[in-house]
C-alpha cells in the first residue's frame, strides 16, 4: 500500500488545520491506520488512529480538539486539527498498519507516508 498526506502548514494558535491522507495499492493489506507525529528533536508518536475493529484513539494531549476521520470508499483519512497550539508543530505522517496489534507503536505500521510539516505559531 501507498500513503500520500497533502495539507500542513502555517497557522496561528487556536487556528485549525485539516490534513489528508490516500491510501493506494493493496488496501486489503490495511487493517488500521493512524496519524502520527514527530517533533524537532523528539520520538514519533502517535496523534489518532482508528484500530482494526474501527474504534478510534487519540492521544491525550489532543483529545477534545482533534478528529480522526474516513470515507472508506474514497480510501481517505482525514485529521482535523482545532485550537492548535505552539506545541502541536511537528512533521505529521499518515501511516497504515497489516494488523493494528498496538495502535500506539510506530512499529507496528508497515507503511507511512513522507510526512508534512504543521507549524503553529504563538
Known amino acids: 500500500a501507498q500513503l500520500e498526506e497533502f495539507g500542513g502548514g502555517l497557522v496561528q494558535a487556536g487556528g485549525s488545520l485539516r490534513l489528508s491522507c490516500r491510501v493506494s495499492?493493496?488496501?486489503?493489506?490495511?487493517?488500521?491506520v493512524g496519524w502520527f507525529r514527530q517533533a524537532s528533536g523528539k520520538q514519533r508518536e502517535l496523534v489518532a488512529a482508528?484500530?482494526?475493529?474501527?474504534?478510534?484513539k487519540y492521544a491525550d494531549s489532543v483529545k477534545g480538539r482533534f478528529i480522526i476521520d474516513r470515507v472508506n470508499s474514497k480510501n481517505l483519512v482525514w485529521l482535523q486539527m482545532n485550537s492548535l497550539k505552539p506545541e502541536d508543530t511537528a512533521v505529521y505522517y499518515c501511516?497504515?498498519?497489516?494488523?493494528?496489534?498496538?495502535?500506539?507503536?510506530?512499529?507496528?505500521?508497515?507503511?507511512w507516508g513522507q510526512g508534512t510539516q504543521v507549524t503553529v505559531s504563538a
Open positions: 495499492g493493496n488496501i486489503f493489506q490495511v487493517n488500521a
Open positions: 501511516a497504515a498498519s497489516k494488523w493494528g496489534a498496538n495502535l500506539k507503536s510506530s512499529t507496528d505500521y508497515e507503511y
Open positions: 482508528f484500530s482494526p475493529g474501527g474504534s478510534t
